[in-house]
């Protein structure tokens, strides 16, 4: 009985071990992978021994046994942050999408005007993109 209290001990003294220098006791604990470290030199061993990015896999497989509020909680920040940068992507894409007819400068309203009796599709880089700038094409009139 002795023995096995003893054992428990030992097994749980080397949990609270420092798995990076295996001297101190730990104090932290990575949430990308759950190593135990005692302080910032081993956390940053640890990040460039096992390049380990120290952020939690948040789209990994849960098991119904282990799904609890916490975890409802993370996968809810998730979904909302995923939904901002869909928002912010949309609002850009919309800002530099292609210029409605009305409003592209004359030189590109007569060149697609011209590309469209020829019966080609004329595509156009959205406004404020290099490619855009740079392209000198234009539809002479006479």
């Known amino acids: 009985?002795?023995?096995?209290?003893?054992?428990?001990?030992q097994q749980t003294?080397?949990?609270?071990?420092?798995?990076e220098c295996r001297e101190k006791a730990s104090k932290y604990k990575c949430p990308g992978c759950s190593?135990?470290?005692?302080?910032?030199?081993?956390?940053?061993?640890?990040?460039?021994?096992?390049?380990?990015?120290?952020?939690?896999?948040?789209?990994?497989?849960?098991?119904i046994s282990q799904f609890d509020d916490n975890r409802l909680l993370s996968d809810y920040?998730?979904?909302?942050?995923?939904?901002?940068v869909a928002d912010s992507a949309r609002r850009?894409?919309?800002q530099l999408r292609a210029y409605p007819n009305l409003r592209l400068p004359y030189h590109l309203q007569h060149l697609k005007k011209a590309a469209a009796k020829?019966?080609?599709k004329l595509l156009?880089?959205?406004?404020?993109m290099s490619?855009?700038?740079?392209?000198?094409?234009?539809?002479?009139?006479?």
Do not use: D, W
Request: proline share 4%; hydrophobic share 25%.
């Open 13 to 19: 003294a080397a949990n609270t071990l420092c798995e």
């Open 131 to 142: 490619k855009r700038e740079k392209n000198q094409s234009r539809f002479n009139l006479r």
């Open 77 to 84: 920040n998730l979904l909302e942050q995923i939904k901002t």
């Open 118 to 120: 020829r019966s080609t």
């Open 35 to 63: 190593v135990r470290t005692c302080g910032l030199a081993c956390v940053k061993a640890h990040k460039q021994r096992t390049s380990c990015s120290g952020k939690p896999n948040r789209t990994q497989f849960v098991p």
């Open 1 to 9: 009985m002795e023995e096995e209290q003893k054992e428990q001990k």
């Open 92 to 94: 850009t894409r919309n």
């Open 124 to 128: 156009l880089l959205p406004s404020g």
